[in-house]
């Protein structure tokens, strides 16, 4: 079992750019979320899909957007990048419980840079 | 809203035991988590805490949980140079669905 993948390791864009980011969530895994860990800080929450569907959503602008597809896997895409943008960004997959707990597992995250 | 705080750097020595601290805000919170990041990898889940329980033991390590102060420590018995990580709390609540709240992480540094 590999484990939660993400790709590509590290990216550089400029402001103003375009990104996708890929994640295959670990093996029998139905459930993606998506995290922003900023330098210093601890992981936010961006997103979570679950049956191709966006089910909740943190505190993000609309320039964020993902997708999730019939295999489980998800993208993460953000517009108009901003400098405010660079961080790791981290996918975790878990099975869907219906219930608050979330053995989450992380992937080991994409570092964007934005120049 | 929900907010998660510990304190962002602990100083140990080897062999002794260490116990981070993490409070939080969202009483309705279901579970608890710590987890473990290193350098340039992901974040790895050590362990996690039902809001009924006080306490919960696994190997080295111990999760103490105040309900009634927000309070949640972690303490790592014996601990070791491969210890030295950053360690977050996070809580997750039945209200805020399957969203994990991340505090800022606590740096743990463990001398030889």
């Known amino acids: 079992d590999a484990g939660v993948?993400?790709?590509?390791?590290?990216?550089?864009?400029?402001r103003g750019q375009q990104v996708t980011l890929r994640c295959s969530p670990k093996s029998g895994h139905d459930t993606v979320s998506w995290y922003q860990q900023a330098l210093g800080q601890g992981p936010q929450f961006i997103?979570?899909?679950?049956?191709?569907?966006?089910?909740?959503?943190?505190?993000?602008?609309?320039?964020?957007?993902?997708?999730?597809?019939?295999?489980?896997?998800?993208?993460?895409?953000?517009?108009?990048?901003?400098?405010?943008?660079?961080?790791l960004y981290l996918c975790a997959s878990s099975l869907h419980?219906?219930?608050?707990?979330?053995?989450?597992?992380?992937?080991?995250?994409?570092?964007?840079?934005?120049? | 809203g929900e907010d998660v705080e510990q304190s962002l750097f602990l100083s140990v020595?080897?062999?002794?035991?260490?116990v981070i601290n993490c409070t939080y805000t969202d009483s309705s919170s279901t579970y608890l988590?710590?987890?473990?990041?290193?350098p340039g990898a992901g974040l790895q889940l050590l362990t996690?805490?039902?809001s009924n329980m006080d306490m919960k033991q696994d190997q080295r390590l111990t999760?103490?949980?105040?309900?009634k102060d927000k309070h949640l420590s972690l303490r790592i018995a014996d601990t070791q140079t491969g210890d030295s990580a950053i360690y977050f709390c996070a809580e997750s609540s039945s209200t805020g669905g399957f969203k994990t709240?991340?505090?800022?992480g606590t740096r743990l540094f463990v001398k030889a």
């Open chain 2, 48 to 50: 996690y805490i039902f």
């Open chain 1, 97 to 115: 419980q219906g219930s608050s707990y979330n053995e989450q597992f992380f992937g080991p995250g994409t570092r964007l840079t934005v120049l």
């Open chain 1, 5 to 14: 993948t993400q790709s590509p390791t590290h990216l550089i864009k400029t």
């Open chain 1, 47 to 87: 997103f979570q899909y679950y049956e191709e569907e966006e089910r909740q959503r943190g505190n993000f602008p609309d320039r964020f957007s993902g997708h999730q597809f019939p295999n489980y896997s998800s993208e993460l895409n953000v517009n108009a990048l901003l400098l405010g943008d660079s961080a």
């Open chain 2, 63 to 67: 999760v103490l949980l105040n309900k």
């Open chain 2, 101 to 104: 709240i991340f505090g800022a």
């Open chain 2, 13 to 18: 020595r080897e062999g002794d035991s260490s």
């Open chain 2, 33 to 38: 988590y710590w987890y473990k990041q290193e």
